[in-house]
């Protein structure tokens, strides 16, 4: 097992940092996830296969978020933005100039701030089961009233084994998970915080929204995320990678938010991940694309532009004043004559047409391409109601989620 060296930093609001490098190779970057403790999570049966598959190829760098881990635990300024910061500060400590950069989950949105701000540090982004918007920017009807549930939940559980809240915290995150995996959550919520810091960071990440981030990514990043994820639906990830411009979509086979190095969708990812981060920084092939410009209209033309700069029907509809169903009329008209049934598949292939301002290639339109991924699983039911029996009855999914796939509107 290889070695980590962990230091410390300090921030201009004087807030301790701990962060870890360890490895050798090209540097990597990996951005804080919610409950981070870095020696936690060198034996942690979770993120111990993460670490072993990069450490492997790569010099890798993380830290413990303010609030977190090893990082000074009574910082009172929480905020995305200094979440930004301390990436900032560590990255800068550890002495990285041009970098790798991963983000899971909670910590996908702080790396694509990022890889925004600092195009010329960053070479290839990978992003693992996270999402562009926060759970509060949705619309999701009754996000408020489930956020409030678990927070409820959160305070009266938090790192208790045997707790209603830790059962739905581990089943949602690891359906698949052994009860020493389900252990290994509680365990970790123990020593990474207290309720009240963690609390604080989910209903921050909550209003989370970095859309017009993502829009300025300019180095090649790779979407991962699992097919049937019970806590970043995956929508989010089709969402970004409609707004990253060099942005391509992996879909994963699996039931896990938090994968299984045991199972194939495991295997697909470190394979995916290492054969991305091995490409040259911004090369990309070539593929032709005989996309039917010539039938459009000049007003579905402007629509899809529109489309392949991934805004959608409302943004469309603003942008060359119209009204939102003349837009869904268009987007209709447009999918028959570009022969899709999915936006996803016109981004790529508006994108690789030239439209949206992307003027890219991409990579060739393999199993795990965008213009190949499958439709959205079905969502799992809600409860409307503040009883968390029912709750936690509803949202702890049975050892294996349905498989087929539901119906999405243009």
């Given at each position: 097992m290889k070695k980590q060296s962990i230091r410390f930093c300090t921030t201009p609001d004087h807030v301790r940092l701990a962060y870890a490098v360890s490895?050798?190779?090209?540097?990597?970057?990996?951005?804080?996830?919610?409950?981070?403790h870095l020696e936690y999570h060198w034996r942690s049966p979770f993120w111990r296969p993460w670490l072993d598959a990069f450490n492997i190829n790569h010099k890798l760098l993380r830290h413990d978020s303010r609030g977190c881990g090893l990082s000074d635990r009574n910082a009172e300024n929480i905020s995305f933005e200094n979440w930004v910061r301390d990436l900032e500060r560590v990255i800068e400590a550890a002495g990285f100039r041009k970098f790798a950069m991963v983000g899971t989950c909670w910590g996908g949105p702080i790396a694509?701030?990022?890889?925004?701000?600092?195009?010329?540090?960053?070479?290839?982004?990978?992003?693992?089961?996270?999402y562009a918007q926060g759970r509060l920017r949705r619309n999701s009807p009754d996000a408020i009233q489930k956020s409030r549930v678990m927070i409820d939940l959160a305070r009266l559980g938090w790192g208790q084994d045997g707790h209603p809240y830790m059962q739905v915290f581990a089943s949602r995150r690891q359906p698949g998970g052994t009860p020493a995996h389900w252990r290994s959550w509680c365990d970790e919520q123990r020593v990474t915080t207290s309720a009240d810091t963690a609390i604080r960071m989910f209903e921050i990440a909550g209003q989370t929204d970095v859309q017009e981030a993502a829009r300025k990514v300019k180095c090649p990043a790779l979407i991962l995320h699992p097919e049937r994820d019970l806590v970043v639906p995956i929508e989010q990830?089709?969402?970004l990678a409609s707004l990253i411009p060099d942005g391509r979509f992996v879909q994963l086979d699996s039931e896990n938010h938090a994968p299984l190095a045991n199972e194939p969708a495991w295997?697909?990812?470190v394979a995916e991940v290492r054969s991305f981060l091995a490409e040259p920084a911004g090369a990309t092939v070539a593929i032709a694309k005989a996309l039917p410009l010539a039938e459009l209209t000049p007003r579905e033309r402007a629509v899809l532009e529109g489309i392949a700069k991934g805004l959608d029907n409302a943004e469309i509809a603003r942008s060359l004043s119209l009204s939102a169903k003349t837009v869904r009329n268009h987007v209709s008209r447009i999918f028959d004559k570009i022969r899709v049934k999915h936006r996803y598949e016109a981004i790529v292939l508006a994108r690789e047409?030239?439209?949206?301002?992307?003027?890219?290639?991409?990579?060739?339109?393999?199993?795990g391409h965008l213009s190949r991924a499958l439709d959205a699983a079905p969502k799992p039911n809600r409860d409307g109601s503040l009883n968390t029996t029912a709750f936690a009855r509803l949202t702890v999914p049975p050892r294996r989620a349905s498989r087929v796939p539901a119906r999405r509107p243009r």
């Open positions: 490895g050798e190779g090209p540097p990597l970057v990996m951005s804080a996830t919610w409950l981070s694509i701030e990022y890889a925004a701000r600092h195009p010329d540090r960053v070479s290839h982004l990978v992003l693992y089961g996270t990830g089709r969402l295997s697909q990812l047409a030239g439209l949206g301002g992307a003027n890219r290639s991409s990579t060739p339109a393999g199993p």
